[in-house]
Protein backbone atom coordinates (compact mmCIF):
# COMPACT_ATOMS: atom_id res chain seq x y z
CA UNK A 1 0.00 0.00 0.00
CA UNK A 2 1.31 3.49 -1.22
CA UNK A 3 2.14 5.98 1.47
CA UNK A 4 0.88 8.75 -0.53
CA UNK A 5 -3.03 7.01 -1.21
CA UNK A 6 -3.05 6.85 2.47
CA UNK A 7 -5.08 9.55 3.86
CA UNK A 8 -3.51 9.37 7.29
CA UNK A 9 -0.39 10.33 5.68
CA UNK A 10 -1.27 13.65 3.92
CA UNK A 11 -0.85 15.83 7.36
CA UNK A 12 1.59 13.45 8.85
CA UNK A 13 4.37 15.23 7.41
CA UNK A 14 6.82 15.03 10.44
CA UNK A 15 6.11 11.15 11.21
CA UNK A 16 7.60 10.07 7.41
CA UNK A 17 10.18 12.40 8.16
CA UNK A 18 11.02 11.02 11.56
CA UNK A 19 10.93 7.63 10.49
CA UNK A 20 12.44 8.10 7.57
CA UNK A 21 15.73 9.42 9.71
CA UNK A 22 15.00 6.38 12.54
CA UNK A 23 15.89 3.76 9.65
CA UNK A 24 18.87 5.97 8.19
CA UNK A 25 20.06 5.55 11.92
CA UNK A 26 19.80 1.50 12.33
CA UNK A 27 21.94 1.23 8.84
CA UNK A 28 24.62 3.27 10.41
CA UNK A 29 23.98 1.02 13.91
CA UNK A 30 24.40 -1.85 11.87
CA UNK A 31 27.40 -0.38 10.40
CA UNK A 32 29.30 0.33 13.65
CA UNK A 33 27.94 -3.05 14.56
CA UNK A 34 29.99 -5.13 11.95
CA UNK A 35 32.79 -2.60 12.31
CA UNK A 36 33.08 -3.83 15.28
CA UNK A 37 32.80 -7.26 14.43
CA UNK A 38 35.57 -6.98 12.14
CA UNK A 39 38.11 -5.76 14.67
CA UNK A 40 37.18 -8.71 16.78
CA UNK A 41 38.36 -11.01 13.96
CA UNK A 42 41.16 -8.94 13.41
CA UNK A 43 42.19 -8.86 17.20
CA UNK A 44 41.49 -12.70 17.59
CA UNK A 45 43.90 -13.50 14.33
CA UNK A 46 46.23 -11.48 15.70
CA UNK A 47 45.92 -13.66 18.95
CA UNK A 48 46.41 -16.71 17.39
CA UNK A 49 49.11 -15.86 15.17
CA UNK A 50 51.01 -14.88 18.02
CA UNK A 51 50.31 -17.44 20.05
CA UNK A 52 51.70 -20.17 17.01
CA UNK A 53 54.67 -18.14 16.84
CA UNK A 54 55.47 -18.21 20.26
CA UNK A 55 55.02 -21.83 20.66
CA UNK A 56 56.57 -22.22 17.01
CA UNK A 57 60.23 -23.40 17.04
CA UNK A 58 63.18 -21.08 16.41
CA UNK A 59 65.44 -22.62 13.50
CA UNK A 60 68.36 -22.86 15.97
CA UNK A 61 66.02 -25.98 17.48
CA UNK A 62 64.88 -27.54 14.31
CA UNK A 63 68.16 -29.89 14.64
CA UNK A 64 67.18 -30.80 17.90
CA UNK A 65 66.69 -34.64 18.60
CA UNK A 66 62.98 -34.19 19.71
CA UNK A 67 62.31 -32.44 16.49
CA UNK A 68 62.47 -36.29 15.15
CA UNK A 69 59.62 -37.28 16.89
CA UNK A 70 56.18 -37.82 15.17
CA UNK A 71 54.56 -36.12 18.29
CA UNK A 72 56.79 -32.74 17.41
CA UNK A 73 56.30 -33.00 13.96
CA UNK A 74 52.32 -33.25 14.39
CA UNK A 75 52.12 -30.41 16.98
CA UNK A 76 54.28 -28.05 14.56
CA UNK A 77 51.38 -29.02 12.10
CA UNK A 78 48.95 -27.63 14.78
CA UNK A 79 51.03 -24.44 15.07
CA UNK A 80 50.96 -24.20 10.77
CA UNK A 81 46.97 -24.99 10.53
CA UNK A 82 46.19 -22.24 13.44
CA UNK A 83 48.55 -19.90 11.71
CA UNK A 84 46.59 -20.80 8.45
CA UNK A 85 43.13 -20.47 10.49
CA UNK A 86 43.95 -17.06 11.69
CA UNK A 87 44.20 -16.19 7.95
CA UNK A 88 40.93 -16.92 7.17
CA UNK A 89 39.72 -14.97 10.42
CA UNK A 90 41.24 -12.16 8.48
CA UNK A 91 39.84 -12.59 5.77
CA UNK A 92 36.58 -12.87 7.24
CA UNK A 93 37.53 -9.17 9.00
CA UNK A 94 38.01 -8.18 5.22
CA UNK A 95 35.18 -9.12 3.43
CA UNK A 96 32.98 -7.73 5.78
CA UNK A 97 34.61 -4.04 6.00
CA UNK A 98 34.57 -4.37 1.83
CA UNK A 99 31.53 -6.25 1.21
CA UNK A 100 29.38 -4.50 4.18
CA UNK A 101 30.81 -1.49 6.28
CA UNK A 102 32.06 0.06 2.82
CA UNK A 103 29.61 -0.51 0.84
CA UNK A 104 26.95 0.23 2.88
CA UNK A 105 28.06 3.79 4.36
CA UNK A 106 28.13 4.73 0.55
CA UNK A 107 24.74 3.61 -0.06
CA UNK A 108 23.97 5.01 3.11
CA UNK A 109 25.25 8.60 1.82
CA UNK A 110 23.35 8.63 -1.47
CA UNK A 111 20.17 7.86 0.17
CA UNK A 112 20.75 10.86 3.01
CA UNK A 113 21.19 13.40 -0.25
CA UNK A 114 18.32 11.79 -1.77
CA UNK A 115 15.99 11.57 1.34
CA UNK A 116 17.48 15.72 2.07
CA UNK A 117 16.10 16.24 -1.53
CA UNK A 118 12.52 14.97 -1.00
CA UNK A 119 11.73 16.70 2.01
CA UNK A 120 13.28 20.32 0.29
CA UNK A 121 10.41 19.52 -2.29
CA UNK A 122 7.90 19.02 0.47
CA UNK A 123 9.03 21.86 2.26
CA UNK A 124 8.90 24.07 -0.83
CA UNK A 125 5.25 22.59 -1.84
CA UNK A 126 4.55 23.46 1.85
CA UNK A 127 6.18 27.19 2.01
CA UNK A 128 3.93 27.56 -1.40
CA UNK A 129 0.33 26.97 -0.19
CA UNK A 130 1.43 28.84 3.53
CA UNK A 131 2.30 31.66 0.65
CA UNK A 132 -0.71 31.71 -1.23
CA UNK A 133 -2.88 31.18 1.80
CA UNK A 134 -1.66 34.60 3.22
CA UNK A 135 -2.75 36.10 0.13
CA UNK A 136 -5.84 34.25 0.50
CA UNK A 137 -6.12 36.08 3.83
CA UNK A 138 -5.54 39.42 3.28
CA UNK A 139 -7.40 39.79 0.30
CA UNK A 140 -10.61 38.46 2.41
CA UNK A 141 -9.94 40.99 5.15
CA UNK A 142 -9.59 43.76 2.58
CA UNK A 143 -12.66 42.73 1.36
CA UNK A 144 -14.37 42.19 4.23
CA UNK A 145 -12.62 46.05 5.49
CA UNK A 146 -14.18 47.85 2.25
CA UNK A 147 -17.51 46.51 2.33
CA UNK A 148 -18.11 47.92 5.52
CA UNK A 149 -16.84 51.09 4.36
CA UNK A 150 -19.34 50.89 1.77
CA UNK A 151 -22.47 49.90 3.71
CA UNK A 152 -21.20 52.89 5.84
CA UNK A 153 -21.18 55.44 2.43
CA UNK A 154 -24.51 54.11 1.35
CA UNK A 155 -26.02 54.42 4.44
CA UNK A 156 -24.26 58.23 4.47
CA UNK A 157 -25.60 58.91 1.30
CA UNK A 158 -29.06 58.28 2.53
CA UNK A 159 -29.39 59.93 5.73
CA UNK A 160 -27.96 62.76 3.50
CA UNK A 161 -30.42 62.54 0.45
CA UNK A 162 -33.13 62.67 3.55
CA UNK A 163 -31.76 64.95 5.27
CA UNK A 164 -33.89 68.41 4.09
CA UNK A 165 -30.58 70.85 4.94
CA UNK A 166 -28.92 69.37 2.83
CA UNK A 167 -27.67 70.88 0.23
CA UNK A 168 -28.27 69.30 -3.86
CA UNK A 169 -24.48 68.59 -3.88
CA UNK A 170 -23.67 67.43 -0.65
CA UNK A 171 -26.72 64.98 -1.41
CA UNK A 172 -24.58 64.55 -5.02
CA UNK A 173 -21.63 63.89 -3.09
CA UNK A 174 -23.02 61.72 -0.73
CA UNK A 175 -24.34 59.15 -3.59
CA UNK A 176 -21.13 59.36 -5.40
CA UNK A 177 -18.76 58.51 -2.60
CA UNK A 178 -21.35 55.65 -1.87
CA UNK A 179 -21.20 54.66 -5.21
CA UNK A 180 -16.90 54.57 -5.43
CA UNK A 181 -17.42 52.83 -2.26
CA UNK A 182 -19.25 50.25 -3.71
CA UNK A 183 -17.00 49.59 -6.86
CA UNK A 184 -13.81 49.37 -4.54
CA UNK A 185 -15.71 46.81 -2.39
CA UNK A 186 -16.71 44.89 -5.58
CA UNK A 187 -14.05 44.76 -6.75
CA UNK A 188 -12.37 43.36 -3.57
CA UNK A 189 -15.05 40.71 -3.31
CA UNK A 190 -13.42 39.30 -7.22
CA UNK A 191 -10.16 39.15 -5.98
CA UNK A 192 -11.11 37.65 -2.38
CA UNK A 193 -13.30 35.13 -4.89
CA UNK A 194 -9.48 34.51 -7.22
CA UNK A 195 -7.64 34.13 -4.67
CA UNK A 196 -9.33 31.78 -3.10
CA UNK A 197 -10.06 29.69 -6.21
CA UNK A 198 -6.08 29.86 -6.12
CA UNK A 199 -5.52 28.55 -2.83
CA UNK A 200 -8.13 25.44 -3.27
CA UNK A 201 -6.80 24.70 -6.71
CA UNK A 202 -2.83 24.64 -4.94
CA UNK A 203 -4.44 22.96 -1.61
CA UNK A 204 -5.71 20.29 -3.90
CA UNK A 205 -2.56 20.30 -5.80
CA UNK A 206 -0.72 20.18 -2.53
CA UNK A 207 -2.69 17.23 -0.58
CA UNK A 208 -3.27 14.73 -3.59
CA UNK A 209 -0.66 15.48 -6.11
CA UNK A 210 2.16 16.92 -4.69
CA UNK A 211 2.74 15.29 -0.85
CA UNK A 212 1.74 11.90 -2.02
CA UNK A 213 4.03 11.53 -4.50
CA UNK A 214 6.94 13.11 -2.22
CA UNK A 215 6.05 9.95 0.37
CA UNK A 216 5.61 7.44 -2.49
CA UNK A 217 9.07 8.60 -3.09
CA UNK A 218 9.92 8.32 0.46
CA UNK A 219 8.51 5.17 0.31
CA UNK A 220 10.55 3.48 -2.02
CA UNK A 221 13.79 5.53 -0.46
CA UNK A 222 12.98 3.47 2.74
CA UNK A 223 11.82 0.31 0.79
CA UNK A 224 15.25 0.32 -1.11
CA UNK A 225 16.88 1.18 2.33
CA UNK A 226 15.30 -2.02 3.97
CA UNK A 227 15.73 -4.19 1.34
CA UNK A 228 20.13 -3.66 1.40
CA UNK A 229 19.92 -3.95 4.79
CA UNK A 230 18.56 -7.28 4.65
CA UNK A 231 21.26 -8.14 1.73
CA UNK A 232 23.66 -6.37 4.43
CA UNK A 233 22.41 -9.41 7.43
CA UNK A 234 22.41 -12.00 5.10
CA UNK A 235 26.47 -11.49 3.93
CA UNK A 236 27.63 -11.05 7.36
CA UNK A 237 26.67 -15.06 7.62
CA UNK A 238 27.54 -15.50 3.45
CA UNK A 239 30.85 -14.01 4.52
CA UNK A 240 31.61 -16.45 7.27
CA UNK A 241 30.05 -19.49 5.15
CA UNK A 242 32.72 -18.89 1.88
CA UNK A 243 35.25 -19.53 4.10
CA UNK A 244 34.26 -22.48 6.38
CA UNK A 245 35.53 -24.92 3.78
CA UNK A 246 38.68 -23.42 4.15
CA UNK A 247 38.77 -23.52 8.17
CA UNK A 248 37.14 -27.03 7.32
CA UNK A 249 40.50 -28.01 5.54
CA UNK A 250 42.60 -26.51 8.48
CA UNK A 251 40.81 -28.34 10.87
CA UNK A 252 41.16 -32.02 9.14
CA UNK A 253 44.76 -30.81 9.50
CA UNK A 254 44.85 -30.90 13.03
CA UNK A 255 42.84 -33.78 13.19
CA UNK A 256 45.39 -35.32 10.59
CA UNK A 257 48.14 -34.62 12.46
CA UNK A 258 46.74 -36.06 15.54
CA UNK A 259 46.65 -39.03 13.68
CA UNK A 260 49.83 -39.25 12.15
CA UNK A 261 51.30 -39.27 15.38
CA UNK A 262 52.78 -42.94 15.80
CA UNK A 263 54.19 -44.28 19.42
CA UNK A 264 56.33 -47.07 17.94
CA UNK A 265 58.12 -44.95 15.70
CA UNK A 266 58.81 -42.03 18.35
CA UNK A 267 60.21 -45.36 20.37
CA UNK A 268 62.36 -46.77 17.47
CA UNK A 269 63.97 -42.70 17.26
CA UNK A 270 64.74 -42.91 20.85
CA UNK A 271 66.67 -45.86 20.49
CA UNK A 272 68.55 -44.69 17.10
CA UNK A 273 69.12 -41.30 18.78
CA UNK A 274 70.33 -42.67 22.16
CA UNK A 275 71.71 -46.24 21.80
CA UNK A 276 75.43 -46.24 22.78
CA UNK A 277 76.64 -49.30 21.49
CA UNK A 278 77.95 -50.53 25.13
CA UNK A 279 78.00 -54.06 26.27
CA UNK A 280 76.19 -54.92 29.18
CA UNK A 281 78.29 -55.51 31.92
CA UNK A 282 79.28 -59.47 33.02
CA UNK A 283 78.68 -61.45 36.31
CA UNK A 284 80.41 -59.82 39.46
CA UNK A 285 83.08 -62.73 40.26
CA UNK A 286 83.29 -64.48 43.31
CA UNK A 287 86.03 -63.86 45.33
CA UNK A 288 87.21 -66.33 48.39
CA UNK A 289 89.01 -64.59 51.34
CA UNK A 290 88.51 -67.45 53.75
CA UNK A 291 91.75 -68.76 52.48
CA UNK A 292 93.07 -66.53 54.96
CA UNK A 293 91.07 -67.32 58.21
CA UNK A 294 93.67 -69.10 59.64
CA UNK A 295 96.23 -66.98 59.61
CA UNK A 296 98.20 -66.12 62.79
CA UNK A 297 96.92 -64.00 65.31
CA UNK A 298 99.90 -61.71 65.39
CA UNK A 299 99.67 -61.25 61.62
CA UNK A 300 96.25 -59.98 61.37
CA UNK A 301 96.77 -57.87 64.49
CA UNK A 302 99.76 -55.75 63.28
CA UNK A 303 97.69 -55.09 59.73
CA UNK A 304 95.76 -52.38 59.35
CA UNK A 305 92.01 -53.03 59.15
CA UNK A 306 90.16 -53.45 56.15
CA UNK A 307 87.64 -51.62 55.06
CA UNK A 308 84.65 -52.13 52.97
CA UNK A 309 86.34 -51.22 49.83
CA UNK A 310 89.29 -52.83 50.49
CA UNK A 311 87.38 -56.13 50.90
CA UNK A 312 85.63 -55.69 47.21
CA UNK A 313 89.27 -56.89 45.59
CA UNK A 314 89.12 -56.69 41.79
CA UNK A 315 85.59 -56.48 41.92
CA UNK A 316 85.80 -52.72 42.93
CA UNK A 317 86.84 -51.61 39.32
CA UNK A 318 83.50 -52.24 38.32
CA UNK A 319 81.44 -49.43 37.04
CA UNK A 320 78.04 -49.22 38.34
CA UNK A 321 77.24 -46.60 35.75
CA UNK A 322 73.63 -47.41 35.11
CA UNK A 323 73.13 -45.85 38.38
CA UNK A 324 75.54 -43.54 39.21
CA UNK A 325 75.11 -39.74 38.44
CA UNK A 326 77.56 -38.90 35.18
CA UNK A 327 79.00 -35.58 35.19
CA UNK A 328 78.56 -33.62 31.61
CA UNK A 329 81.31 -34.92 29.69
CA UNK A 330 83.70 -32.74 27.70
CA UNK A 331 82.89 -32.32 23.90
CA UNK A 332 85.63 -32.89 21.96
CA UNK A 333 86.58 -32.63 18.11
CA UNK A 334 86.33 -36.46 17.54
CA UNK A 335 82.97 -36.84 19.15
CA UNK A 336 84.74 -39.22 21.17
CA UNK A 337 82.64 -37.76 24.65
CA UNK A 338 80.16 -39.52 22.65
CA UNK A 339 79.07 -43.29 23.49
CA UNK A 340 80.54 -45.53 20.39
CA UNK A 341 76.77 -45.89 18.78
CA UNK A 342 76.45 -41.99 19.21
CA UNK A 343 79.89 -40.97 18.34
CA UNK A 344 79.82 -43.32 14.68
CA UNK A 345 76.36 -41.28 13.69
CA UNK A 346 78.05 -38.35 14.14
CA UNK A 347 81.27 -38.95 12.43
CA UNK A 348 79.15 -39.99 9.28
CA UNK A 349 77.30 -36.81 9.55
CA UNK A 350 80.38 -34.59 9.63
CA UNK A 351 82.07 -36.43 6.91
CA UNK A 352 78.62 -36.33 4.89
CA UNK A 353 79.01 -32.41 5.50
CA UNK A 354 82.59 -32.03 4.36
CA UNK A 355 81.75 -34.03 1.28
CA UNK A 356 79.08 -31.32 0.54
CA UNK A 357 81.30 -28.17 0.84
CA UNK A 358 83.84 -29.94 -0.97
CA UNK A 359 81.89 -30.38 -3.86
CA UNK A 360 80.94 -26.64 -3.85
CA UNK A 361 84.20 -25.48 -3.87
CA UNK A 362 85.28 -28.49 -6.98
CA UNK A 363 82.66 -27.06 -8.99
CA UNK A 364 83.33 -23.88 -8.25
CA UNK A 365 87.80 -24.55 -9.23
CA UNK A 366 85.68 -26.35 -12.24
CA UNK A 367 84.28 -23.06 -13.25
CA UNK A 368 86.86 -20.68 -12.43
CA UNK A 369 89.11 -23.08 -14.58
CA UNK A 370 87.00 -22.84 -17.81
CA UNK A 371 86.37 -18.99 -17.32
CA UNK A 372 90.43 -18.18 -17.00
CA UNK A 373 90.69 -20.68 -20.50
CA UNK A 374 88.29 -18.46 -22.03
CA UNK A 375 89.87 -15.34 -20.71
CA UNK A 376 93.59 -16.01 -22.01
CA UNK A 377 92.12 -17.05 -25.30
CA UNK A 378 89.56 -14.21 -25.72
CA UNK A 379 91.05 -11.56 -23.44
CA UNK A 380 89.00 -8.38 -24.62
CA UNK A 381 86.22 -10.89 -22.14
CA UNK A 382 88.30 -10.22 -19.19
CA UNK A 383 91.58 -10.67 -17.46
CA UNK A 384 92.77 -14.00 -16.41
CA UNK A 385 95.34 -12.63 -13.71
CA UNK A 386 91.47 -11.69 -11.79
CA UNK A 387 91.08 -14.77 -11.13
CA UNK A 388 94.03 -15.72 -9.43
CA UNK A 389 93.04 -14.56 -5.96
CA UNK A 390 89.48 -16.67 -6.27
CA UNK A 391 91.68 -19.72 -7.77
CA UNK A 392 94.03 -19.89 -4.87
CA UNK A 393 91.30 -19.12 -2.07
CA UNK A 394 89.29 -21.97 -3.72
CA UNK A 395 92.40 -24.90 -3.92
CA UNK A 396 93.54 -23.88 -0.20
CA UNK A 397 89.67 -24.65 0.91
CA UNK A 398 89.89 -27.86 -1.27
CA UNK A 399 93.18 -28.82 0.21
CA UNK A 400 91.97 -28.07 3.95
CA UNK A 401 88.37 -29.77 3.00
CA UNK A 402 90.15 -32.67 2.15
CA UNK A 403 91.90 -32.73 5.00
CA UNK A 404 89.21 -32.53 7.03
CA UNK A 405 87.76 -35.26 5.25
CA UNK A 406 90.92 -37.89 5.88
CA UNK A 407 91.05 -36.70 9.50
CA UNK A 408 87.78 -37.27 10.21
CA UNK A 409 87.72 -40.78 8.04
CA UNK A 410 90.12 -42.29 10.08
CA UNK A 411 88.25 -40.97 13.41
CA UNK A 412 85.24 -43.14 12.05
CA UNK A 413 87.65 -46.29 11.01
CA UNK A 414 88.62 -46.31 14.68
CA UNK A 415 84.69 -45.65 15.77
CA UNK A 416 84.06 -48.85 13.88
CA UNK A 417 82.43 -47.41 10.79
CA UNK A 418 83.55 -47.24 7.53
CA UNK A 419 84.04 -44.00 5.33
CA UNK A 420 86.57 -45.15 2.55
CA UNK A 421 84.05 -45.51 -0.25
CA UNK A 422 83.00 -42.11 0.25
CA UNK A 423 86.30 -40.66 0.48
CA UNK A 424 87.24 -42.79 -2.92
CA UNK A 425 84.70 -41.62 -4.96
CA UNK A 426 84.82 -37.71 -4.11
CA UNK A 427 88.71 -37.90 -4.50
CA UNK A 428 88.05 -39.84 -7.86
CA UNK A 429 85.72 -37.34 -9.30
CA UNK A 430 87.56 -34.30 -8.11
CA UNK A 431 91.45 -34.93 -8.67
CA UNK A 432 90.94 -34.03 -11.84
CA UNK A 433 88.51 -31.79 -14.73
CA UNK A 434 88.72 -33.31 -18.13
CA UNK A 435 87.11 -30.36 -20.88
CA UNK A 436 87.07 -33.48 -23.25
CA UNK A 437 83.54 -33.79 -23.84
CA UNK A 438 83.40 -36.29 -26.65
CA UNK A 439 84.28 -39.54 -24.12
CA UNK A 440 81.69 -38.20 -22.53
CA UNK A 441 77.79 -40.02 -22.70
CA UNK A 442 75.50 -37.63 -23.66
CA UNK A 443 73.27 -35.72 -21.52
CA UNK A 444 69.43 -35.08 -21.96
CA UNK A 445 69.18 -31.82 -22.93
CA UNK A 446 67.05 -29.85 -19.92
CA UNK A 447 66.49 -27.06 -22.23
CA UNK A 448 66.55 -24.33 -25.31
CA UNK A 449 68.35 -21.50 -26.37
CA UNK A 450 68.68 -18.77 -29.10
CA UNK A 451 71.92 -16.79 -29.91
CA UNK A 452 71.06 -12.93 -29.42
CA UNK A 453 74.91 -12.21 -30.48
CA UNK A 454 77.35 -13.98 -32.61
CA UNK A 455 80.19 -15.47 -30.55
CA UNK A 456 83.47 -17.01 -32.24
CA UNK A 457 84.13 -19.81 -29.73
CA UNK A 458 87.96 -19.91 -30.22
CA UNK A 459 88.90 -21.26 -27.17
CA UNK A 460 89.40 -24.45 -25.73
CA UNK A 461 86.00 -25.75 -24.37
CA UNK A 462 83.52 -23.00 -26.26
CA UNK A 463 81.40 -23.71 -29.14
CA UNK A 464 81.17 -21.24 -31.68
CA UNK A 465 77.44 -19.96 -32.67
CA UNK A 466 75.83 -17.45 -34.98
CA UNK A 467 72.89 -14.54 -33.33
CA UNK A 468 69.53 -16.79 -33.91
CA UNK A 469 71.01 -20.17 -34.07
CA UNK A 470 68.59 -22.40 -31.47
CA UNK A 471 71.05 -25.08 -29.40
CA UNK A 472 70.01 -27.56 -26.71
CA UNK A 473 71.27 -26.33 -23.32
CA UNK A 474 72.70 -29.53 -21.10
CA UNK A 475 74.41 -27.35 -18.43
CA UNK A 476 73.13 -24.54 -16.73
CA UNK A 477 74.63 -21.40 -15.75
CA UNK A 478 76.69 -22.33 -11.89
CA UNK A 479 77.31 -18.95 -11.40
CA UNK A 480 80.21 -18.71 -13.42
CA UNK A 481 78.53 -16.50 -16.46
CA UNK A 482 79.13 -20.00 -18.81
CA UNK A 483 76.45 -22.40 -20.32
CA UNK A 484 76.76 -25.67 -21.46
CA UNK A 485 74.87 -26.28 -24.92
CA UNK A 486 75.10 -29.14 -28.02
CA UNK A 487 74.26 -28.42 -31.67
CA UNK A 488 72.06 -31.23 -33.36
CA UNK A 489 75.32 -32.86 -34.60
CA UNK A 490 76.84 -33.66 -31.43
CA UNK A 491 78.81 -30.82 -30.79
CA UNK A 492 78.95 -29.81 -27.10
CA UNK A 493 80.64 -26.96 -25.29
CA UNK A 494 80.59 -23.70 -23.51
CA UNK A 495 78.96 -19.93 -24.45
CA UNK A 496 78.50 -16.81 -22.49
CA UNK A 497 75.47 -17.06 -20.99
CA UNK A 498 74.36 -13.52 -21.65
CA UNK A 499 74.61 -14.12 -25.18
CA UNK A 500 71.57 -16.40 -25.53
CA UNK A 501 68.02 -15.99 -23.99
CA UNK A 502 67.71 -19.40 -21.84
CA UNK A 503 63.80 -21.65 -21.81
CA UNK A 504 64.49 -24.49 -19.41
CA UNK A 505 61.76 -27.67 -19.63
CA UNK A 506 59.36 -27.45 -16.58
Known sequence: KAWGNCFECRDQYDIIEKHTQSGLELVEKYVKFVKERTEIEQNYAKQLRNLSKKYNLKRSSKDEPECRFSSYQSFLEILNEMNDYAGQRELIAENMMMSICIDLTKYLQELKQERKTYLMEAKKAQQSLESTYKQLDGSKKRFEREWREAERAAQYAEKTDQDINATKADVEKAKQ?????????????????????????????????????????????????????????????????????????????????GTNVNE???????????????????????????????RASSDSSLGTPKGPM???GKNRSKNFWLFSKRSKPTVTEDFAHLPPEQRRKRLQQKLEEICKELQKEVDQSEALGKMKDVYEKNPQMGDPASLASQISQTSQNIERLRGELN?????????????????????????????????????????????????????????????????????????????????????????????????LNK
Request: charge should be negative; proline fraction near 3%.
Open 177 to 257: QAHMRAHVAEECKNDYAAQLQKYNKEQNQFYFNDMPLIFNKLQDLDERRVRKLAQGYILFSDTEKHVMPIIGKCLEGITKA
Open 407 to 503: KYETWLAEAGGRGDTLHGVFLAIYAEFDDDFEDEELTAPIGKCTAMYNFPGASEGTISMQEGEVLAVVEEDKGDGWTRVRRNNGDEGYIPTSYVTIS
Open 310 to 312: DLL
Open 264 to 294: RNDSVIVIEQNKSGFERPGDVEFEDYSQGIN
